[in-house]
């Protein structure tokens, strides 16, 4: 005989409470758990998706952050441009992981109607704000001045492959193809990329600089940059904060829906511990009185109570945490249904850490649940429980 | 989707449409029609798909392979108000510096020997390359000696420009894949139909 | 005092409200209670036998009195000694064993766990020894695997006396401890006590049956309106 045993034994007494209680928990902790999961994943799959997007700042010169996409487009030429001052300044800012220049400049030749977008980029930066390219052949050096990297429909249109020529007539140079790049699905497929200096140089704007492409460390911390970066006179910030803003919102405010969801499971949950464990004291008074009458002091009951409490709250726990790990793709399958913008990768990740947080939140609960109750069992007199029958 | 899309323009980059089927498109149907039937009023664009012999034919004949997305040729029927007059075809080939994008204007006539129509080359033009002898290539001096040519017709003697002997092979080659294509998919099929 | 006595009460009295009445269950009752003796409380329903147990049990506090426990004082209303909760339970846990009309087993429990549970609450060593030895002193031999449902009521109540003898108490107090069973039942039960008051264990019980008290038991103590009327135990 322990207290243990004893509390085990008196949990067994009332069996469909039990059970009925350990789910109650069970459910509150799936709950909870598949919250701290979602919260780890989504948090987790956002940050990496945006990472592989690569760029999360873009700094272009004051007046003309949209325009100059469009004008790029519609043939005309950006008015305005940054300069390797700026640059410097940019990459002073701490937490920036990388600040690369991109040189961004079309050749529009009117009788074929063609545009072709040239992008000067120094490929080794670069790269790393496009972790997601894959290259056939090899990306150029800084220095060369007759290469060229081209997009994969560029190399499609244009029956273009490593190795080939390609002439641009109105710059009158011929560049070969150091590679090309695999089919990305985005707008990279359509440019011609040519080494910063060269594409400076052909349109006569050496030292110029379209953007800056910023990689930051931390994404949380995009707002202080964005900050900092805006305090630099000639830029203006574009962040993928700002593009993503209403996405960010709309799942900002599912979250908070589910958030609220949660939490009145988890307020329910507790209830319902709190209430059965003062049922049951109110139905065990008696045998309270006889536990007082033939020893225990007040402190055994307690401690009993407790004991009780928390065996139910650590099962309750654990079979909420495998229920999750059972449960979370179901749960993920409703939440990418819910949700206005789900990541490709898995939103929930189980993390033996959230296991912890989420046993130790139930024994919590469990404890805060039974003290009360257990407090008010002990104060009861033996005689008093033992009177009532007669 | 949509919401990725618009992620993919706020990442600045600005999303191009391209919107290249497999097939070469005539490009300025209203500039070239002038050049190529100048009594046309109008045109008419028919997408033809092949059959698998019909595929080997043409490939037989070309003594090369289709490429892989050649799947489909688009067959612009000009029209002399409801008359019609003449076909234009384009293909796009590789080039020495890039893609050359050759148009070709296909007239017909009754061949009293054959007692048939005969299809020839009334007129071709390059839409688009990036040829460094681009001028000579479109020079009237290298592309009239195309005039005339059908199906049947020998190609080795036509001048090559000089400095652009493969680009010059690669339009020869076009040329004649287009006429391939149009005695298989269109005038075969019309004998037959009879 | 006396140290032949184990339980000395002065002039215990004990109220209850009942409603706006005040009522005196035990008025003013003086006992004497000496060691190794099998003391019988009789009387009427309502006579304040069973309140009397409670006070000498301390498992109550008087209203006022006196009361020595093994020499200990337990109460003294004159200098306000008042008994805490706690000092009531370490007095219990000190003194006595308890044994209820109902039984008041624990249905989960086998007959040695039952059994052994003050032990557990009096921090002491379960010696499964001494369990076989008291299963065996009450007849219960090849019962102490069984739950209580499996046991008939006479056997359930020498278990209870067995739960009461566990911690070798000096007092057993027993409060209708035959009011569940059947006459034969009730005999054996009160042939225990006395069995155990020969050992040297204080028994004290409250029974409405006359008849057992006078087979049985040492003293009889017979009660009406919450007085002694009657009795061997001290000043009447």
Redesign the interface.
């Known amino acids: 005989m322990n207290f243990f045993k004893l509390a085990f034994k008196n949990l067994l007494r009332r069996k469909i409470r039990t059970i009925l209680t350990i789910q109650g928990i069970a459910i509150a902790i799936f709950v909870l758990f598949s919250l701290l999961s979602f919260q780890n994943g989504y948090k987790n799959s956002l940050t990496r998706e945006m990472n592989d997007l690569g760029i999360n700042i873009l700094a272009v010169p004051k007046g003309c952050p949209y325009e100059a996409a469009s004008l790029i487009v519609h043939g005309g030429v950006i008015p305005k441009y940054l300069d390797e001052v700026d640059l410097k300044q940019i990459s002073q800012i701490d937490g920036i992981e990388l600040a690369t220049p991109i040189f961004l400049s079309q050749i529009y030749e009117k009788d074929q109607e063609r545009t072709s977008i040239i992008y000067g980029i120094i490929p080794q930066e670069y790269t790393k704000v496009k972790p997601g390219w894959k290259l056939n052949g090899q990306y150029f050096n800084i220095d060369d001045t007759a290469a060229i990297i081209i997009g994969n429909e560029v190399a499609y249109q244009e029956k273009l492959g490593v190795g080939d020529e390609v002439y641009f007539p109105s710059v009158g140079k011929i560049y070969k193809v150091f590679g090309v790049l695999e089919r990305t699905g985005g707008q990279d497929d359509g440019f011609y990329f040519l080494p910063l200096a060269e594409a400076q140089r052909i349109f006569d704007k050496i030292g110029k600089i379209t953007a800056v492409a910023i990689k930051i460390k931390d994404l949380t911390k995009i707002g202080d940059i964005s900050k900092k970066l805006e305090e630099i006179p000639d830029i203006q910030v574009v962040t993928m904060a700002q593009v993503l803003g209403t996405i960010l919102n709309l799942v900002g405010s599912a979250r908070t829906l589910i958030f609220s969801v949660v939490l009145i499971a988890l307020i329910i949950g507790t209830l319902g511990i709190v209430n059965t464990m003062f049922v049951t004291i109110y139905e065990r008074r008696r045998e309270i009185g006889i536990f007082k009458a033939i020893g225990a002091g007040n402190f055994d009951v307690v401690k009993l109570i407790i004991l009780e409490t928390l065996i139910i709250a650590i099962i309750g726990g654990i079979e909420g945490s495998v229920l999750s790990f059972a449960g979370g793709r179901l749960v993920e399958s409703f939440v990418r249904g819910v949700i206005p913008y789900a990541p490709k990768r898995m939103l929930f990740t189980f993390q033996f850490a959230n296991v912890g947080i989420a046993i130790a939140y139930s024994v919590i609960i469990g404890v805060l649940a039974a003290i009360f109750p257990s407090i008010k069992a002990a104060s009861l007199s033996p005689l008093e429980t033992i009177r009532k029958e007669e | 989707m949509k919401?990725?899309y618009?992620?993919?323009?706020?990442?600045?980059?600005?999303?191009?449409n391209?919107l290249?089927a497999g097939v070469c498109i005539w490009?300025?149907p209203d500039k070239d029609i002038q050049t190529l039937f100048s009594k046309a009023t109008g045109y008419k664009t028919e997408v033809l798909t092949y059959s698998k012999p019909e595929r080997v034919k043409i490939e037989s004949l070309l003594g090369a392979k289709l490429d892989d997305?050649e799947t489909q040729f688009n067959f612009y029927r000009i029209y002399k108000d409801t008359t019609k007059i003449g076909l234009v075809l384009t293909h796009?080939?590789?080039?020495?510096?890039?893609?050359i994008e050759v148009v070709v204007g296909l007239g017909s006539k009754f061949d009293s020997a054959t007692k048939s129509n005969k299809v020839f080359i009334k007129n071709l033009l390059i839409?688009?390359?990036?040829?460094?002898k681009?001028k000579d290539l479109r020079s009237s001096k290298f592309l009239d000696q195309f005039i005339g040519k059908t199906v049947k017709s020998k190609f080795d003697n036509i001048t090559l420009v000089s400095g652009a002997e493969k680009s010059t092979q690669a339009i020869i080659f076009s040329v004649r894949k287009l006429l391939i294509v149009q005695k298989v998919l269109d005038q075969e099929r019309v004998k037959q139909n009879k | 005092m006396n140290n032949r006595y184990i339980i000395e009460a002065e002039s215990l009295t004990k109220h209850y409200k009942m409603g706006s009445e005040d009522i005196s269950a035990v008025a003013g009752v003086s006992v004497q209670i000496e060691q190794g003796k099998f003391y019988a409380f009789v009387g009427p329903s309502g006579s304040g036998k069973s309140t009397l147990l409670n006070l000498l049990g301390a498992l109550d506090t008087p209203s006022a009195g006196k009361l020595n426990i093994g020499g200990e004082q337990v109460f003294n209303s004159e200098t306000n000694g008042k008994s805490s909760q706690r000092n009531l339970t370490s007095i219990r846990r000190k003194y006595f064993g308890f044994v209820f009309q109902n039984f008041y087993l624990l249905p989960t429990l086998t007959v040695k766990e039952n059994i052994s549970l003050p032990l557990l609450f009096a921090r002491k060593k379960i010696d499964p020894e001494q369990i076989d030895k008291i299963l065996k002193k009450l007849g219960l031999e090849g019962r102490g695997k069984h739950l209580p449902s499996q046991l008939s009521g006479g056997e359930m109540q020498r278990v209870a006396i067995g739960r009461a003898l566990a911690v070798n108490p000096q007092i057993i107090i027993a409060d209708e401890p035959t009011g569940n069973l059947d006459s034969k039942n009730a005999a054996l039960v009160f042939e225990v006590f006395k069995k155990l008051s020969e050992e040297g264990i204080t028994v004290l019980t409250a029974t409405h049956d006359v008849q057992l008290a006078q087979n049985f038991s040492d003293k009889i103590v017979r009660l009406k309106d919450g007085k002694i009327v009657e009795g061997d135990a001290g000043i009447c």
Do not use: H
């Open positions: 919401i990725k618009k992620l993919y323009i706020g990442s600045l980059l600005l999303a191009i391209f290249f490009r300025f997305d796009s080939v590789k080039g020495q510096y890039g893609a839409q688009r390359d990036r040829e460094v681009s």
